[in-house]
């Protein structure tokens, strides 16, 4: 039972209760009344007919708009995903070790304590990059969903040590210009609303300290150098202030459940209890940063460093724009679902042509129906009411309902394959391609050394005299390959003759040949 009204709040019925409890007791009235009266009150049905083509039409359009809209969201992510894993492998695999320009790499001697270091220094400026290209798609999640700043427990860490100040402090100051303006990214409030820059953690702290805009104490503000002030107004911040340990907020985080979700019943009595209702107050921000933006641009940036070095093929930087431009493009596309949403008047006309036609409806009916008219005009509402709120819910997929697209998953994935790029060094391809376990060549069992070790230095075979040198082994794969057009046919015909039965016996064991079904391992 706990099963079914589980699956029951994750449709669109508890939205669409009260508007079909109320048509429904409307055709009730109708129904009663007709029999206690025995009047029939009744409207010709040539306009249910007109009403009827009219109504299904405007709605299935406005189900398909919305459906549109939710497979453009889910277009845009699945772009996030393969360009963020493209531009991970390419920053991995593709990019010098090195942070120094290619005459500052020839001064350096190879295999030095200098020349190791440099190596260390790139793989942690890489790994930050990639730890960027995973925040881009963290900050575009809470982005599309209206959650403003950084201070998410899937999002902070991968971003708290980038700039604090419009004007960076490796920049000589020569115009007069203060380094107290605070870049967009740290200028979006607490949920207290206060604001907060992140700084280095003090000595025996193992929690992140925040400046605030309430202040104890006076201390000289340097952001990037891991003491901050508090602010007086945004992206401005004097030189006294006091830091605090914050709780990050879960990057998942759903409206609280009320009442309606648990009693959707409820719904009925939900504009009179809301008149009763407290106001909160609320905290909004007073800059709208674009989060996934800045991100995009320290990534951009990065790109522009490997060009200055000359640590990436020029043939890459292609590559590189060109998984840059998909990011830039996925959020484009979310903006403009975010922000195109449908008329309104398109909305409120379609709302009260569906409610005049659910209001007439028991009226047509009564007559060929009777008391069956109730739950016609219960079912008629569920239908026309249920396709309604699901285009709503659909225009807008970037949310927590049931039907949104399920963006917590689609970041996590992100995450994992960037760990999983990470996790692997740029491969030796000698490493596995003479490996005793590489087969390389259809139904040739022999591995790679054996192959290599089976041919003289004359490049005639010392056990396969039919296989002579590079030429011989191309006759013999030209061979196999019709070998293996035959195996391939007699597996379909077995599979055509004995079906896909869990117990049936393998086509290779049809001949006795099972080398191809049983392998040689080591458990550990």
């Known amino acids: 039972m706990a099963t079914l009204f589980r699956r029951i709040g994750q449709t669109v019925f508890p939205e669409i209760l009260p508007l079909t409890v109320w048509f429904t007791l409307s055709a009730t009235a109708v129904t009663v009344g007709c029999k206690v009266s025995g009047y029939a009150m009744e409207v010709n049905t040539i306009m249910l007919s007109i009403l009827t ?6 709605i299935s359009l406005r189900t398909s708009s919305a459906l549109e809209r939710w497979t453009a969201g889910r277009t845009a992510w699945s772009t996030v995903s393969v360009a963020s894993r493209n531009l991970a492998s390419l920053i991995w695999l593709h990019t010098g070790q090195t942070t120094l320009t290619a005459a500052q790499q020839a001064d ?12 260390l220094k790139s793989l942690i400026e890489k790994r930050s990059i990639l730890n960027l290209i995973q925040a881009f798609s963290s900050a575009t ?3 599309v969903r209206g959650e403003s700043g950084v201070y998410w427990d899937d999002l902070y860490h991968l971003v708290k040590a980038l700039p604090k100040y419009a004007f960076p402090s490796g920049l000589e100051d020569t115009s007069g210009i203060k380094r107290d303006v605070v870049t967009g990214l740290w200028r979006s409030p607490l949920p207290d609303g206060t604001y907060a820059i992140p700084t280095s953690s003090r000595a025996g702290a193992t929690t992140p300290q925040f400046g605030t805009a309430s202040f104890s104490s006076h201390l000289e503000a340097d952001l990037e150098k891991g003491v901050t002030g508090s602010t007086d107004e945004v992206g401005r911040l004097p030189s006294d202030g006091r830091v605090r340990t914050i709780r990050l907020a879960p990057g998942f985080s759903p409206p609280k459940r009320t009442i309606y979700d648990y009693a959707p019943v409820f719904l009925l009595f939900r504009p009179l209890l809301e008149v009763f209702k407290p106001r909160a107050p609320s905290h909004k921000a007073d800059v709208n940063t674009n989060t996934p933006l800045e991100i995009h641009m320290y990534i951009s940036g990065y790109l522009a460093e490997l060009m200055a070095r000359g640590t990436i093929a020029p043939t890459l930087v292609g590559v590189y724009c060109t998984a840059m431009n998909q990011l830039a493009d996925a959020l484009g596309v979310m903006e403009r679902v975010l922000s195109t949403p449908l008329p309104f008047s398109y909305i ?11 209001v007439l409806l028991p009226f047509q009916i009564y007559d060929a129906l009777g008391w069956l008219t109730i739950p016609a005009v219960f079912i008629a509402s569920c239908v026309f009411l249920g396709f309604l709120e699901l285009g709503q819910q659909l225009e807008m997929p970037f949310g927590y309902d049931d039907s949104d697209l399920d963006l917590d998953r689609y970041c996590a994935l992100i995450a994992a394959e960037i760990q999983e790029i990470a996790a692997h060094s740029p491969p030796t391809v000698s490493s596995f391609t003479f490996s005793p376990l590489n087969t390389p060549f259809p139904l040739d069992r022999r591995s790679a050394p054996e192959i290599l070790a089976s041919f003289s230095q004359s490049h005639g075979g010392t056990d396969q005299d039919a296989v002579r040198g590079v030429p011989g082994m191309r006759r013999f794969l030209a061979k196999h390959f019709h070998d293996l057009e035959d195996r391939s046919r007699k597996e379909r015909e077995w599979r055509k003759k004995h079906g896909h039965h869990k117990h049936a016996s ?17 458990t550990l």
């Open 141 to 143: 999640k809470h982005y």
């Open 506 to 522: 393998t086509p290779n064991t049809m001949d006795g040949d099972d080398d191809g079904r049983t392998v040689v391992v080591c």
């Open 108 to 119: 350096v001697v190879p295999g030095s304590d200098e020349d190791e270091i440099e190596k």
């Open 348 to 358: 409120v006309h379609l709302r009260a042509a569906a409610y005049i036609y659910l």
């Open 53 to 58: 083509t009219m109504l299904s039409f405007v």
